[in-house]
């Protein structure tokens, strides 16, 4: 059984670590470079995250945004390098430092796949006649859902409403 959820969120962790650090290294002369990593690790994040993993989608965001922020500052106010490079560094420092913290809680939750829901987008899986997500169209496997398990879901659902 293939879990593509834990494989996401442990690509959109890696992409989320790689980010920060180079942030703190962006200036203005490797700014296409160090930049353009950040924002393509951004996407992935995103990509991976988005729908499964809302801390991991919101840091993607965030590496996403202060790329930008830092293009749109150089193009604005027309800064050369040495105008940019102490405005960078502290940003870039302030933002590592805001979010290394969520990152190493990501790092340390990473989501442990449960068989009773779609590993691909999160659907509860039970009363099902097929072994197939109703929502998505991933198959699971059928023999991980013990009637002990549905009935459990069953009663969480109820639990849930009242
Ligand atoms: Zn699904």
Redesign the pocket.
Same mark, same amino acid.
């Given at each position: 059984m293939i879990r593509i959820g834990v494989i996401a969120a442990k690509t959109a962790w890696v992409a989320c670590a790689v980010a920060v650090p180079l942030i703190v290294l962006v200036d203005v002369e490797s700014v296409l470079v160090t930049g353009s990593i950040v924002f393509l690790s951004g996407i992935i994040s995103f990509w991976c995250g988005w729908r499964r993993y809302t801390r991991l989608t919101c840091l993607a965001v965030a590496n996403c945004g202060i790329v930008l922020l830092f293009v749109a500052l150089v193009n604005l106010f027309g800064w050369g390098p040495p105008d940019a490079e102490i405005p960078f560094a502290l940003m870039g420092t302030a933002f590592a430092a805001m979010t290394l913290p969520a990152i190493i809680s990501v790092a340390r939750n990473v989501p442990i796949q449960d068989p009773r829901v =779609?590993a /691909? =987008? +999160?659907?509860l899986l039970y009363a099902l006649v097929t072994p197939r =997500?109703p929502? =998505? +169209? /991933?198959e699971f496997n059928a023999s991980l859902l013990t009637t002990d398990q549905r009935g459990e879901l069953a009663d969480q659902r109820r639990s849930n409403r009242q």
């Open positions: =779609c /691909t =987008c +999160g659907y =997500c929502e =998505c +169209g /991933t």
